[in-house]
């Protein structure tokens, strides 16, 4: 038996999983997949069977593209004023049903309560963000420089667009795709991460609710993402993919769009610096680094990787984290206690151990934490490592675990240098308390965002994206998010 045959259906607050699993989400039908097959999702808490969803085929996929193909030219044409209204909609139904679908991500992720609530008020906000933009698309109007004609920009919604979305944030990530692309008057295929796919589900009755018109909205698991994908980027109708995930399968992925013209949105990993100068605000800093490094376990794509710390205030900083870090409460996200929930898979764990044992086996000492947890459940303790050496693999590498490793400092210029020694430029921090010497560093370091002096970046109203392998394009912001499903369309005049 599943935990969703067990959980008591007559508390509003808590999911209804049996219903949430009952099929792939294509031209506003629930439907089983075609080849009948089922995927089965986790609780990362105790490795237990929570449900099984379907498992989408090729053959399902094209008709998810059919479906968003015939609902195209009757959303695009719907008043913007309307799609604000139905996008407004959807953001009022998620803050009512917040406390259940904090439960559900808590229950498919793993992530403590609190977090899960965050990132569902986190999430519903690029509802009502992109709400309030979708009657705010306009165009552009010149003269030509000769003065003998007129210059006008019409901007168009790109096409049908399929959306690709991980595991860590299964609410957020998808919305903050969802919402500005309906926005812009797109149709969308969204492919969730296959650990975490009730939350997409639970949101697709959501905006099924809310009046999102049949095909508008497809949701697709599958257990063949490579091959799927593949068949939905080799459709001439499908003109944009926008991607969150590991720089790896976004590379793929671009290959993959190439092959079409596809216009690509990427938003990939990430190896954040975490830098407290000497004159820093100790206590501000040590907030800072929990929120940085503790969100959701550590496990996002803006967590704190590498945390630099000047020599003045290194001792106090480590003994200031290490105290913290000890004091908090793991366990089941859906324990109300919890602070530190489980990681995603068994794997994620070898991966962090693995990362932890090569640091200390070149000289980094254990401040607390350290090694994996016995079972049930895939958990890893918060980990505080000191006296970094060089040449270590998490220097380079995602940790993606609640493991905090303090690197020493001395001048500036070093640790803008080894702060930029690395592929990635998503998210950095920088703590100090000289507002010139922020503003320098921050123009130095090679990432998309920058936090200065607090250890939360992500705001809808912000353009989120990274530079460097960290990605292409940027998402949320007033006119960023929506920028990336419109096509720029010149016409020239003859007056
Ligand atoms: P992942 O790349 O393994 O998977 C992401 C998505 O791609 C999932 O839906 C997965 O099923 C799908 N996928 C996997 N292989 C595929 C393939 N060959 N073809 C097509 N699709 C494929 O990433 P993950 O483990 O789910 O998520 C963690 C990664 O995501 C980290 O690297 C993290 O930094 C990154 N991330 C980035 C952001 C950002 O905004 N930049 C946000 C969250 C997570």
């Known amino acids: ?210 009046g999102v018109p049949p095909g508008v909205v497809n949701v697709l698991t599958t257990s063949e993402p490579a091959q799927l994908s593949a068949a939905i980027l080799t459709d001439p109708r499908v003109r944009k993919l926008s991607f969150t995930g590991s720089t790896g399968v976004g590379r793929l992925l671009l290959t993959e769009a190439a092959k079409q013209i596809v216009s690509c949105s990427m938003e990939l990993g990430g190896n954040a610096p975490f830098i407290v100068f000497d004159d820093a605000d100790l206590d501000a800093a040590l907030d800072g680094a929990m929120v940085a490094k503790m969100r959701n376990a550590g496990e996002a794509c803006t967590a704190a990787n590498r945390l630099y710390v000047q020599s003045g205030i ?49 000289g980094a000492r254990v401040m607390c934490g350290g090694e994996a947890s016995a079972g049930p459940g895939y958990f890893y303790p918060p980990t505080v490592l000191v006296d970094m050496p060089e040449g270590v693999e998490m220097a380079h590498e995602e940790i993606f675990g609640p493991v905090a490793p303090i690197y020493r400092f001395e001048t500036e210029d070093e640790v803008v240098a080894r702060a930029n020694d690395t592929e990635y430029g998503l998210a950095a921090y920088v703590f100090t308390r000289d507002a010139a010497r922020g503003l320098r560093v921050s123009s130095a370091l090679e990432a998309g965002m920058i936090a200065l002096n607090r250890g939360l970046v992500s705001d809808p109203a912000a353009p989120f994206g990274g530079v460097k392998q960290s990605g292409l394009g940027r998402e949320g912001g007033q006119h960023h998010g929506i920028a990336e499903f419109m096509e720029a369309k010149y016409i020239a005049t003859s007056f």
């Open 1 to 210: 038996m599943t935990i969703a045959q067990q959980m008591p259906k007559a508390d509003s607050h808590l999911p209804d999983i049996e219903a949430t699993a009952r099929g792939l989400y294509i031209d506003g039908n629930w439907r089983q997949s075609k080849s009948g097959r089922k995927i089965g999702v986790t609780d990362p808490s105790t490795g237990a069977l929570l449900a099984a969803v379907a498992d989408a085929t090729v053959e399902d996929a094209q008709a998810s593209i059919e479906a968003a193909s015939r609902a195209a030219p009757g959303w695009r044409s719907t008043p913007p004023r309307k799609r604000s209204e139905i996008l407004r909609r959807c953001f009022e139904l998620m803050i009512e049903r917040s406390e259940m679908l904090a439960t559900l991500i808590s229950l498919e992720n793993g992530k403590a309560l609190r977090d899960a609530r965050g990132e569902v008020a986190y999430a519903a906000e690029f509802f009502r963000w992109n709400a309030e933009e979708a009657v705010r698309i306009t165009g552009e109007f010149g003269i030509a420089p000769s003065g003998g004609n007129r210059i006008i920009v019409d901007y168009q919604p790109i096409g049908i667009c399929l959306l690709i979305t991980p595991w860590n944030f299964p609410a957020a990530m998808a919305t903050r795709k969802i919402a500005p692309a309906l926005a812009a008057g797109c149709t969308v295929i969204l492919k969730p991460a296959s650990e975490t796919p009730l939350t997409a589900y639970a949101l697709a009755s959501i905006y099924e609710e809310a």
């Open 314 to 362: 290194y001792a106090a900083f480590a003994e200031g984290l290490a105290k913290r870090m000890a004091a908090l409460t793991v366990g089941s996200g859906v324990d109300a206690l919890t602070e530190c929930g489980p990681m995603i898979t068994p794997k994620a764990v070898e991966k962090i151990d693995r990362l932890v044992a090569d640091a200390k086996a070149k």
